[in-house]
């Protein structure tokens, strides 16, 4: 008699224990610190939203919302603040069980299974997806708990497809491209229209009173595509590389292969210019990987130790992949300083100013600030690059100060980062000269790697630097 996959009862308790520790190490790294829990600018985009959704004036067609939004809104109203990174740790732990499951269905064996899940929970967009406050938490756990539904040929299916359809349009489509991809293997065609059309419809009404249907598309660049470029976001090198040796070594089971291959390649085609597309590569990387680990472990080697040799060097690279990652989700802004720089806005009375910075500080700064930011990283990229190189990098005062009053700013966050390449490269160039030498401009804060400046300030109170 064949024995039963004892897995679950096994396992399943030391992977949720592992994948806490593994989502517990940045956040407390970061509170140890003094810093805020959740890193990236892209975290305090979507809590502006949550903060702001309640307010009579919020304007429901500027802003990219999802049914996470208000799912989150109601939680906070209920439970504070505090409750966001515990409901973002919790939906990791759902996502690592629902992996689990779904490869013990998808693979029959443990070893693989087993692999797989530990890559899934060690991987860099793991840590990405579940570190920073996005709806990719909310829509990566429906899309696995959606898979594990639909290969179970529950009905269950059809509402998750129409959550995943009002929360994120990318994880939809490519929802919809795992039904696809399955039916090629089931060949269960009625099940999947019945499960296909209801979302389509709950689609449509939701975008109607929401800016929703959308695709966010970035420029595909070796830079902004693998981790190991300093993008929190990005693929791991070394994944990739091993699971391009483990697809290969599927050739075996020539029925399917050139589907899988299929499939494959146009995920990572869509990975290479949308976030959610490197999410869900991310989890074929780890089955494939989990195949070439395998694979290697098992095999007749001639010399032993050779074996064990190239198994450590897999096992270092998997481990450094993660300690780079969680190493810059722990050093990412905001800072501690930052934070306090911004926090110390929060006292002045000009609350309808704006404040002139990079716009990968903007939504962090209308956050923590409560005034608003001129350019933020979602819609003023393009805006601010012209802006910087008009009048940033220019010694005209008129010019400047021509600016900073068509745009009402009365403030100039300046960092080190903004002095060492990302907008500047010199000592002196441009603004930096003019603030330093002209009486209209004072430091109202300063710090190690965070400077603000005023400009023509409304009464008497800020006349001396509040901070040095």
């Not at 490869?103 to 890559?119: G, H, M, N, P, R």
């Amino acid at each position: 008699m064949k024995q039963k996959f004892p897995l679950s009862k096994t396992y399943l308790p030391i992977i949720i224990l592992v994948t806490l520790l593994v989502l517990f190490l940045p956040i407390y790294a970061r509170f140890s610190s003094g810093t805020p829990v959740f890193p990236s600018d892209e975290s305090y985009y979507h809590l502006g939203i949550i903060k702001s959704i309640s307010s009579d004036n919020f304007n429901f067609q500027e802003s990219q919302i999802s049914s996470f939004h208000y799912f989150m809104s109601f939680l906070v109203s209920l439970f504070g603040d505090s409750i966001t990174w515990i409901i973002t740790i919790l939906l990791g732990l759902a996502s690592t069980v629902f992996f689990f499951l779904n490869s013990k269905i998808l693979i029959k064996d443990e070893l693989t299974v087993l692999i797989a899940t530990a890559l899934f929970i060690l991987s860099p967009i793991f840590l990405f997806v579940f570190s920073i406050f996005t709806p990719y938490s909310l829509v990566l756990f429906l899309f696995l708990l959606f898979v594990f539904a639909y290969l179970k040929k529950s009905y269950f299916s059809i509402p998750l497809l129409m959550l995943i359809s009002i929360t994120d349009f990318s994880f939809y489509l490519l929802s919809c491209l795992f039904i696809v991809a399955y039916y090629f293997y089931s060949s269960n065609l009625r099940f999947s229209i019945i499960t296909f059309i209801p979302s389509v419809l709950s689609l449509l009404l939701f975008s109607f009173s929401n800016n929703f249907l959308f695709l966010s598309l970035t420029k595909a660049t070796f830079s902004t595509f693998f981790t190991s470029f300093g993008v929190i976001s990005g693929i791991s090198f070394f994944y990739l590389f091993m699971a391009l040796l483990g697809l290969f070594l599927a050739w075996s089971d020539k029925k399917y292969f050139v589907h899988i291959l299929f499939f494959f390649l146009l995920i990572f085609s869509f990975s290479l210019f949308n976030v959610q597309g490197k999410i869900a590569l991310n989890i074929l990387l780890c089955f494939f990987s989990a195949i070439l680990i395998v694979f290697l472990s098992k095999r007749e080697w001639v010399i032993v130790t050779i074996k064990h040799f190239t198994l450590l060097l897999i096992f270092c690279g998997i481990i450094f992949s993660t300690s780079l990652q969680v190493n810059q989700l722990i050093l990412v802004n905001p800072t501690n300083e930052l934070f306090l720089s911004l926090d110390s806005l929060k006292i002045t009375s000009q609350n309808q100013t704006n404040i002139l910075s990079h716009p990968d500080y903007g939504h962090m700064i209308n956050y923590f600030s409560n005034k608003e930011s001129v350019f933020t990283s979602f819609s003023g990229s393009d805006a601010f690059s012209n802006v910087s190189n008009d009048i940033l990098k220019s010694r005209d005062l008129s010019l400047f100060k021509s600016y900073l009053d068509t745009n009402s700013i009365s403030f100039i966050l300046i960092t080190d980062d903004m002095r060492n390449g990302l907008v500047w490269s010199q000592e002196d160039e441009g603004i930096l000269f003019l603030i330093k030498n002209t009486p209209d401009f004072r430091k109202t804060y300063s710090s190690d790697t965070v400077e603000i400046w005023s400009y023509d300030l409304f009464n008497d109170w800020w006349k001396e630097p509040l901070y040095e």
